[in-house]
């Protein structure tokens, strides 16, 4: 792989190479996917499903490809549970309103996990508000392993769904979501599973995983911006009602009544984002011919290298030791605030998050404000984690 197939990685930086390690919150692009979004714009724009001429049957087809191409990514047993949204949160935001609307009620609880997105807890927030119902959360350890003797006790007879992580965003810890999905439905629970973070760097097969729930962004897996998949199986999808009404999500319309439309068209309101969608396809399309198991043994080797490196930094502090991570670094520099740290990462072209990620109850956890978050894909190289080492040896004096 050549920054060939990533034309952004040629970008200079304050005259700087761009050492792009900010995957976590954004993959680059692969050519084939800027080519398709591009192409389908050129030669194929239309809106789908409803129209009889030429491009909205192309069109449609098209994106109902990919449908069946997502279908057979995470192994989901019927394309009719591929909901295609704008992205994760979005997703999840489906789920926790129509879940909420149809299961949720006064004195319910829900679980969820203490190293959460905040997009995995701000909407169970909501639906618990307008229910009456509350969070139940499950603590992890100082390395950033979950407390799974702590999660079993939090079940009770008013529990009503789990919404876990797959992958800390922050802490890159791989959580054992099969068993915490076979505790759950132990307890005849439903599981939701934020894969953000897992579906760019390992397979994802929802029916091993026996999730109800699964939900992940395209921007995250070489893909654009603006598209996402809420995977939904189907019994349960089935009792679900739909998360916003408008063109497509319904069968009929009078002023009396409704009748909503199937599986997945029910949760599908409005005019779809189809180039993001086709571009999802490709960047499928892409991931395999890499192998996503080769892309996970790179980036479990990166990960190793990358850790020990820094880890032979004076005055580096770790977050997030667990033994099965993915490729995922946060640390501080002494006493320098994180926001600091970047600023002057990027003047020598090193790109990397800082702040508290979206996980401010992580943050809570470590007593600190956040950290500077490395993070990997299948174009990180090690040249590209030596840019990141000498950058932080050349800053340090300034900041310690």
């Known amino acids: 792989m050549t920054n060939t197939d990533f034309p952004i990685l040629d970008t200079q930086v304050y005259n700087h190479r761009l050492v792009y390690l900010d995957n976590a919150a954004t993959t680059q692009k692969p050519r084939e996917v800027i080519e398709t979004l591009t192409n389908y714009y050129l030669t194929l724009n239309s809106n789908i499903h409803r129209g009889a001429h030429y491009l909205a049957a192309q069109a449609t087809e098209r994106y109902e490809e990919v449908r069946r191409k997502v279908q057979q990514f995470i192994n989901a047993a019927s394309s009719s549970e591929i909901v295609f949204t704008r992205g994760t949160t979005e997703s999840i935001n489906l789920v926790a309103s129509s879940f909420g609307q149809a299961f949720l009620h006064s004195g319910d609880e829900v679980i969820v996990s203490g190293m959460e ?103 995250k897996m070489y893909a654009p911006m603006g598209v996402g998949v809420m995977y939904g199986r189907e019994e349960l999808l089935s009792q679900l009602p739909p998360y916003q009404g408008g063109g497509e999500m319904i069968k009929d319309v009078t002023f009396e009544r409704t009748t909503y439309n199937d599986l997945p068209f029910r949760f599908e309101a409005g005019t779809p984002s189809v180039g993001d969608v086709l571009g999802l396809g490709a960047a499928i399309d892409f991931m395999q011919r890499q192998g996503i198991d080769n892309i996970g043994r790179h980036e479990e080797q990166l990960l190793r290298y990358a850790t020990d490196r820094l880890s032979a930094l004076p005055g580096i502090r770790l977050f997030g030791t667990a033994p099965h991570k993915a490729g995922v670094i946060s640390f501080l520099l002494g006493d320098a605030h994180p926001y600091d740290v970047g600023t002057l990462l990027d003047k020598l072209g090193v790109a990397v998050r800082t702040g508290h990620h979206c996980t401010q109850p992580i943050m809570d956890r470590y007593g600190i404000p956040g950290t500077v978050r490395a993070s990997l894909a299948c174009y990180t190289t090690r040249d590209d984690i030596d840019a990141l080492v000498d950058a932080l040896g050349r800053i340090a004096p300034m900041l310690m």
């Not at 939090?154 to 797959?166: E, Q």
């Open 117 to 219: 997105h905040h997009s995995n807890i701000v909407p169970w927030q909501l639906a618990a508000q307008r229910a009456g119902a509350t969070l139940r959360v499950i603590p992890f350890s100082d390395q950033g392993v979950l407390d799974l003797d702590a999660y079993r006790a939090l079940f009770s007879s008013r529990t009503r769904i789990v919404a876990c992580t797959h992958v800390s965003n922050t802490l890159g810890t791989v959580n054992p979501v099969a068993e915490i999905v076979a505790v759950a439905h132990d307890h005849g629970v439903p599981v939701l599973i934020d894969g953000a973070q897992a579906v760019a760097h390992m397979p994802v097969d929802v029916q091993h995983l026996g999730c109800d729930f699964y939900c992940f962004s395209g921007h």
